[in-house]
């Protein structure tokens, strides 16, 4: 059974930093690509990152784009999201996804199951 639990998240000034983390189990976590995706209230779920199989490779919007990092630890079966300069548009309940497919890649929410219950993030003075 696929587990994906979020922590991490909380209260942020703008201008701060949090660090969001995600363990995965019940699946062969090195063989896919993860994600971040994110949902502020009363809106539609927005893709924010996403990191390939071996953390070779990653792929961000461009809202985060520069602020950001998405990192992975196979031995730990541990994807995390580093946030810096957190503005309050970045308010969200941020869940964490794993690729629909061994061979799933790419930007978007489309190719990832985000199946965890979230962590919320809250940026505000």
């Known amino acids: 059974q696929v587990q994906l639990v979020e922590s991490g998240g909380g209260l942020a000034q703008p201008g701060g930093s949090l660090r969001l983390s995600c363990a995965a189990s019940?699946?062969?976590?090195?063989?896919?690509?993860m994600s971040w995706a994110r949902q502020a209230p009363g809106k539609g779920l927005e893709w924010v990152a996403s990191?390939?199989?071996?953390?070779?490779?990653?792929l961000y919007a461009d809202s985060v784009k520069g602020r950001f990092t998405i990192s992975r630890d196979n031995a730990r079966n541990r994807v995390t999201l580093q946030m810096n300069s957190l503005k309050p548009e970045d308010t969200a309940l941020y869940y964490c996804?794993?690729?629909?497919?061994?061979?799933?890649w790419g930007s978007g929410s489309a190719r990832y199951n985000y199946w965890g219950r979230g962590t919320q993030v809250t940026v505000s003075s």
């Open positions: 990191i390939s199989y071996n953390g070779g490779d990653t």
């Open positions: 019940g699946f062969t976590f090195s063989s896919h690509a």
């Open positions: 996804g794993k690729a629909r497919t061994i061979q799933a």
